[in-house]
């Protein structure tokens, strides 16, 4: 199937970029999302976005015609006419489950159904629709138009042709697709949300400040980025989320989430989306 009309469900931050970056790479893109202020909202971010990167040179196109390319919906009516779809929504299993199973319903037969999951079981969740064959990982990263590697994540009925479709597709979209075993966590998660944790760990401990850590894994590890900004960015929810999935998935007690964390995500100081976590953060 020759993939050109690209469902985006979920218009947070990831479906904000996908869809924006799926536009800019010329195919057309049915954004949804359950109100009408959140796909505004996205729609604002997209052009904001858009507006950056062409004052940079780094995209050529005139930026009406990359929006005009997406269409914007608050019901699941568009999924029949689309070519692949690709689910955004909050990372939370029961979430994913539902909304999975109602596009499972509306899908063609053959069409590929993939997950923007940062961490859940592609195999459980490819379980609960009718095609877990046609099912995958698609995890890109945060913020989605900047950062070039996608993981690309089979569950164990996932075939062969639908892994190289969605890797022909990932590298369409300009990204460099990489192949991650369905493990908790998968490679990046599995690698940086214990660094995070760890990072909270050792400031809870008093070993640095906040700003003394994240200077020493920046100047000393060359990151672009401190653990514990970046954590602000990813949100600390979702950082929670993610240690809680590999603590439960592999048992082990080096993935326990560091009580801080717990305590902060508790207090609401969720990073830049609320506008406080381990920095401040103005409008």
Known sequence: MNIRKIGVIGAGTMGTGI?????ASGFEVYLNDTGDDL?????????KSLTKLIEKGKVQEDKDIILGRIKTYTDLEFVTDIDFAVEAVFEDYNVKKNILQELDKRLAPGVILASNTSSI?????????????HFMGMHFMNPVPL?????????????????????????????VPVEANDFPGFIANRILIPLINEAVYALM???????????????????????????????????????????????????????????????????RKSGKGFYKYGE
């Open 147 to 175: 950062m070039t590697l996608v993981e690309l994540i089979k569950g164990i009925a996932t075939s062969e042709d639908t892994f190289i479709k969605v890797k022909t597709l990932a590298e369409s979209l300009g990204k």
């Open 205 to 271: 401990a008093g070993v640095g400040t906040v700003d003394g850590i994240d200077q020493v894994m920046k100047l000393g590890m060359n990151h672009p980025m401190g653990p514990l900004a970046l954590a602000d960015l990813i949100g600390l929810d979702v950082c929670l989320h993610i240690m809680e999935v590999l603590y439960e998935g592999f048992k082990d007690s080096k993935y326990r989430p560091c009580p801080l964390l717990k305590k902060m995500v508790d207090a609401g100081y969720l990073g």
């Open 121 to 133: 079981s592609i195999t459980r969740l490819g379980a609960v629709t009718s095609r877990p064959s």
């Open 39 to 47: 796909i505004q909202k996205s729609l604002r971010k997209i052009d």
């Open 19 to 23: 869809a924006q970056v799926a536009a």
